[in-house]
C-alpha cells in the first residue's frame, strides 16, 4: 500500500512541476540577495507547529536543518550575491546561534556577502552578527553589548515574616535551589556558580565578536565595558558598518547598478535549477530517531500546555524509547535532553529506559540549554555525550524539603492539630516542623540517593566515584568545563549529534532523521483542565527526593 501511495505521489509532484516549468522558465530571474529572519526560535528539524504558537514569520525558515540546506544551494548559485540576515528578538538557544554563524562563515569562505542587520540587539546576538560581512543598525537603533548580569535573590527572612518556614536537607555544598527559601543571603556558592556561568557566556561571546571584526579579544572586552551603544555611537567605534533602515540597506546593497538590491524570502529559494521537485521514496530508509526529553520531569504521563510549565513524564519517556528500541527502521538514537530535573525515582527509570536502548543501538545524548541533576542523569545510559559550550550541565545533587506553616496558622487565628498514626506518618505534613527522628530518617534517605546518583554518574561516565565525588557535590558547569572535566564526551550542535549516531550506526553520511513521540497529556487550554490539575499532576513532587537544578533563579540578563 505504501508503494502505491508512494509512486502516486511521485506521479503527482512530476505533472505539477512539468506544467509549471514554463512559468518558472519565464521568471528565471534570481534576486540579488536572500533574506532570513533570525527571530524568536528556529528549531532544528522541522517540527509540527502547534496552534498556540502562533504562524512563523514569511522569511523565517522552518528549521535551521532547512535553512543549512538552502545556504548550501546558495553557496553554489552565481546569481545570488549573498544573504541578508534580519536578526531581532531571537530565543533561541546559544548552540543554535553558534550553528547560523558556522553558516555565516561558511557563506563568505565560498565568496557570498553575508550582511546582518537589526534594530536593537543584545550582546549574544551581536556576537552572531559580528560574523557577517557588512552588519547594519536602524536608525535610532541599539547594540546592547554589555555582557551578562544575574539578579540573585533569597526569600528565607520574607518567608519567615509571613511564619513561613522552609525546611529543606540537601546533599551537595552547591545545591543551592532550595537556598531561595531558606537563607537571608546569598551564598558563596552560589555567587560562585552563576560566576562560572556568566564568566564562560561572556568569554563565547568576546571570541566570536574578535573573530568576526578582526579585533583583539582585550579591545572587545573593553568596548563590553564601555557598552551600550546608540547606533551612531557603535559606528564611531567599529562594531557596525552602516546606519539605515531596510530600504537604506536595499540601496547600500546595490552598489549604483540598479536602484534597490532584490531581496527574496529564504523560503522562497529553491536554488539554481529551475527543475526542482522532491519525491517520496517507495520504501522507507534507516532512519535516525530523535526522542525529547523536554521540561521538569515527573512520574507518569507527560504535560504540555501554552500556559503551564512542560513536563517530561516517565511513563511518556519510556514508551517513545521503546518504540525507538523496537522500531526496525530507527538503527540510532539522539536523546535530546532539556531539562534541569526533577522527581529522582523518575529520572532513574528514565535512565533504565534510556540504557535497555543502548543494549540494542547506538544512542547519543544531545544537550543544548540544560542537562543537569535528574535531566543529567537520564543522559548517563546513552553511547555518546554531545553538549553545546554554554549548555547547563551537571548539578550532581539532591535535595527534599517542605513548608511549615504552624506559625501562619497562629497568626491567622487558625486551629490545627495533627494526628499520627506511625512514629513517621506526618513526615509531609505543614502544620508542624520536623521531629529529631523525622530529620535523622530523611536525612538517611537523602544520603542514599545521593550515593546512587553518584554511583549513576560513575557508571555512566565510566570514572571511579572517587573522581566524580569532588565533581558533583551540586556543582553546575556549562558544557565546555563539563566536557574538559569528563562529565560530556564532546561539544557540538544538533546536527553534530546526528552524525555521531549515523557513524555509530553505520549509515550513511546524509541519514533520515525521524521524530518519535507518544503524545502528552491532553490539556484542552480554552475548556479544561484548570490550572488546579495541572498543580495536582506535578503535586507528587513534594513528597519525593529531588533532583533538581533552580529553574526559577537566577535570572540571567541577557540569556546567554
Known amino acids: 500500500m505504501r508503494l502505491l501511495l508512494a509512486l502516486a505521489y511521485d506521479l503527482f509532484v512530476f505533472v505539477f512541476v512539468l506544467l509549471a516549468l514554463p512559468l ?105 552578527m559580528a560574523s557577517g560581512s557588512r552588519v547594519w543598525i536602524a536608525p535610532g537603533g541599539r547594540v546592547d553589548l554589555r555582557g551578562f548580569s544575574a539578579s540573585l535573590y533569597v526569600l528565607g527572612q520574607t518567608l519567615e515574616r509571613f511564619g513561613i518556614r522552609a525546611q529543606f536537607l540537601r546533599r551537595g555544598s552547591h545545591k543551592t535551589a532550595p537556598e531561595l527559601f531558606t537563607d537571608r543571603e546569598v551564598s558563596e556558592a552560589q555567587r560562585e556558580t552563576v560566576g562560572h556561568i556568566l564568566a564562560d557566556a561572556l568569554e563565547t561571546s568576546v571570541e566570536a565578536i574578535a573573530q568576526g571584526r578582526n579585533r583583539p579579544a582585550d579591545e572587545v572586552r573593553r568596548l563590553v565595558d564601555e557598552g551600550p551603544y546608540t547606533a551612531s555611537r557603535a559606528l564611531a567605534v567599529g562594531l557596525i558598518d552602516g546606519v539605515g533602515d531596510s530600504d537604506d540597506l536595499e540601496k547600500a546593497l546595490a552598489e549604483g547598478k540598479e536602484k534597490k538590491a532584490r531581496l527574496v524570502p529564504i523560503t522562497h529559494y529553491q536554488g539554481s535549477s529551475p527543475f526542482r521537485a522532491r519525491y517520496k521514496r517507495p520504501l522507507p530508509l534507516p532512519a535516525i530517531g530523535v526522542v525529547r526529553i523536554d521540561g521538569v520531569i515527573k512520574l507518569g504521563e507527560s504535560l504540555d500546555a501554552p500556559w503551564a510549565p512542560r513536563a517530561a513524564g516517565s511513563d511518556t519517556v519510556a514508551h517513545a524509547l521503546q518504540r525507538a528500541r523496537e522500531d526496525r527502521r530507527i538503527k540510532a538514537l539522539v536523546l535530546h535532553i532539556d531539562s534541569r530535573g526533577g522527581s529522582s525515582l523518575a529520572s532513574e527509570l528514565m535512565l533504565k529506559s534510556v540504557k ?56 491567622l487565628g487558625v486551629g490545627k492539630a495533627v494526628l499520627r498514626m506511625g512514629a513517621n506518618s506526618a513526615l509531609e505534613s505543614p502544620f508542624e516542623p520536623w521531629s529529631d527522628a523525622e530529620r535523622a530518617t530523611l536525612d538517611q534517605e537523602i544520603e542514599e540517593t545521593y550515593r546512587d546518583f553518584l554511583r549513576a554518574v560513575a557508571d555512566g561516565r565510566r570514572m571511579p566515584v572517587e573522581e566524580v565525588e569532588p565533581l558533583a557535590e551540586g556543582r553546575v558547569y556549562t558544557g565546555r568545563r563539563a566536557q574538559a572535566l569528563g562529565l560530556a564526551d564532546e561539544l557540538g550542535g544538533f546536527e553534530d549529534a546526528v552524525r555521531k549516531a549515523a557513524e555509530l550506526a553505520k549509515l550513511r553520511k546524509r541519514p533520515q532523521v525521524v521524530a518519535i513521540g507518544i503524545p502528552s497529556r491532553s490539556l484542552r487550554a480554552l475548556t479544561g483542565p484548570k490550572a488546579t490539575e495541572v498543580f495536582e499532576a506535578l503535586r507528587p513532587l513534594e513528597a519525593e527526593r529531588v533532583f533538581a537544578h533552580a529553574g526559577w533563579w537566577p535570572r540571567i540578563e541577557p540569556e546567554p
Open 356 to 411: 535497555r536502548v543502548a543494549e540494542k543501538k547506538p544512542v547519543v545524548v544531545f544537550v543544548d540549554r540544560v542537562a543537569a541533576s535528574g535531566g543529567y542523569m537520564a543522559a548517563l545510559g546513552a553511547t555518546h555525550f554531545i553538549v553545546a559550550p554554554n549548555a547547563i550541565t551537571g548539578s550532581i545533587g539532591v535535595f527534599s524539603g517542605k513548608f511549615e506553616l504552624s506559625r501562619l496558622m497562629e497568626m
Open 24 to 128: 518558472r522558465l519565464a521568471f528565471r530571474g534570481r534576486p540579488a540577495y536572500l533574506a532570513v529572519d533570525v527571530t524568536r526560535d528556529i528549531p532544528w528539524r522541522s517540527e509540527p507547529r502547534s496552534w498556540w504558537r502562533g504562524r512563523r514569520a514569511a522569511r523565517r525558515p522552518a528549521s535551521l536543518k532547512t535553512l543549512s540546506d538552502k545556504l548550501e544551494l546558495t553557496a553554489k548559485d552565481r546569481r545570488i550575491r549573498g544573504v541578508v540576515f534580519k536578526v531581532e528578538g531571537f530565543e533561541g538557544s546559544g548552540a543554535k546561534l553558534a550553528e547560523i554563524r558556522r553558516m555565516a562563515r561558511s557563506l563568505r569562505e565560498r565568496g557570498k556577502e553575508v550582511v546582518f542587520y537589526g534594530r536593537a540587539v543584545t550582546t549574544r546576538e551581536y556576537a552572531l
